[in-house]
T-cell receptor, first 115, second 115 residues
Framework: AQKVTQAQTEISVVEKEDVTLDCVYETRDTTYYLFWYKQPPSGELVFLIRRNSFDEQNEISGRYSWNFQKSTSSFNFTITASQVVDSAVYFCALSSQGGSEKLVFGKGTKLTVNP | DADVTQTPRNRITKTGKRIMLECSQTKGHDRMYWYRQDPGLGLRLIYYSFDVKDINKGEISDGYSVSRQAQAKFSLSLESAIPNQTALYFC??????????????FGPGTRLTVL
């Protein structure tokens, strides 16, 4: 079975702090994709990144970076120099062929960045 | 214009009423999905459709039905609404790559309240 665990329910930081959101996944498939989505207070879901199981290279996009480690089944998301606009709920998700390619979501981490 | 639209955006209804939530997309994707989001539970899949003639139940399909009227339209119906169906509902779409489902893109959501 596929499972995604986001152990941090809520995180609160002060602006300009770095923050890491944890994501641990479970799957028996060798081919799978991992995703991060952002849900700001307005409610929409915004796609941030997709990573496939064969590519363990870390990714950086501006202040965002992602660390994918198959050895620990983790796909962590770091925001550097956080800003108030980063306040949102962040979801990690997993899709695998053995799961009929359906997305399985974690329960989300609510990040609050205070001025 | 948005690529994935949902109507209505907000709906209040009474127990026992039949209601329909509609989703349209202009992305040209052949795969469409309905999710519900409840606080602290992440997103859970209700139904998904890989093409017009292929509709599948998701994790929590009881009490719901769907109709894929065209490639671009996917409707979710609550036959007899009950209060625990109060939630935020999302439609999503994805394309199919050569061997895998592509990233899912979400609509803005419909907030449904059942009194």
């Amino acid at each position: 079975a596929q499972k995604v665990t986001q152990a941090q329910t809520e995180i609160s930081v002060v602006e300009k702090e770095d923050v890491t959101l944890d994501c641990v996944y479970e799957t028996r498939d060798t081919t799978y994709y991992l995703f991060w989505y952002k849900q700001p207070p307005s409610g929409e879901l915004v796609f941030l990144i997709r990573r496939n199981s064969f590519d363990e290279q870390n990714e950086i996009s501006g202040r965002y970076s992602w660390n994918f480690q198959k050895s620990t089944s983790s796909f962590n998301f770091t925001i550097t120099a956080s800003q108030v606009v980063d306040s949102a709920v962040y979801f990690c998700a997993l899709s695998s062929q053995g799961g009929s390619e359906k997305l399985v979501f974690g329960k989300g981490t609510k990040l609050t960045v205070n001025p | 214009d948005a690529d994935v639209t949902q109507t209505p955006r907000n709906r209040i209804t009474k127990t026992g009423k039949r209601i329909m939530l509609e989703c349209s997309q202009t992305k040209g994707h052949d795969r469409m999905y309905w999710y519900r989001q409840d606080p602290g539970l992440g997103l859970r899949l209700i139904y998904y459709s890989f093409d017009v003639k292929d509709i599948n139940k998701g994790e929590i399909s009881d009490g719901y039905s769907v109709s894929r009227q065209a490639q671009a339209k996917f409707s979710l119906s609550l036959e007899s609404a009950i209060p625990n169906q109060t939630a935020l509902y999302f439609c999503a779409t994805s394309d199919r790559l050569a061997a895998y489902t592509d990233t899912q893109y979400f609509g803005p959501g419909t907030r449904l309240t059942v009194l």
